[in-house]
């Protein structure tokens, strides 16, 4: 493509204005391409980088850590991961998708065997919360599940 130019034009104009026009073209093309790669570059780096600032945050024991994400995917994904470890739903208050936080929560209450937690305000799909925590402690374990609904939710 890059040849193409100055024959076309040097077809159309006389030499010197084909080679403007083809130094220009290939110029602004230039530019576009080490744009466009910069900004794959800096979106991948930035991808990698909410795991290692969800470590930061977990060995620091803050979660305040994630709010230096560029964008919003990114740091939900960092309180998704830190929700992995936490103990407390703290992280998953500043996530904003819906089904991020159900999992932000899902996975506090795995992690603290807790699923009143699944009652909070947080999450629309509480059922699905409660199903997701119970299926995790017990599996498919009906004797288990009995058991467990009997100790969190007494008649």
């Known amino acids: 493509v890059y040849f193409i130019f100055p024959i076309v034009f040097w077809r159309i104009y006389d030499g010197r204005k084909a080679a403007k026009?083809?130094?220009i073209t290939g110029g602004v093309l230039a530019v576009g391409i080490l744009a466009l790669y910069a900004y794959m570059y800096y979106s991948y780096a930035e991808g990698r980088n909410y795991v290692h600032?969800?470590?930061d945050a977990l060995a620091k024991n803050d979660f305040?850590?994630?709010?230096?994400?560029?964008n919003?995917?990114?740091?939900?994904?960092?309180f998704y991961h830190i929700s992995l470890k936490w103990t407390?739903?703290?992280?998953?208050?500043?996530?904003?998708g819906s089904e991020d936080r159900l999992?932000?929560?899902?996975?506090?209450?795995?992690?603290?065997k807790n699923i009143s937690l699944c009652d909070s305000d947080l999450i629309k799909d509480k059922q699905r919360c409660r199903y997701e925590v119970e299926s995790s402690v017990c599996g498919y374990d009906?004797?288990?599940l009995d058991r467990y609904r009997a100790?969190?939710?007494p008649k």
């Open 21 to 23: 026009i083809f130094t």
């Open 53 to 55: 600032m969800a470590k």
């Open 64 to 70: 305040s850590v994630c709010d230096k994400a560029h």
């Open 72 to 78: 919003s995917y990114y740091r939900d994904g960092c």
């Open 88 to 96: 407390t739903t703290e992280p998953c208050t500043k996530i904003g």
């Open 103 to 112: 999992a932000c929560v899902v996975n506090v209450a795995k992690n603290t």
């Open 142 to 144: 009906n004797y288990c």
């Open 151 to 153: 100790k969190y939710y």
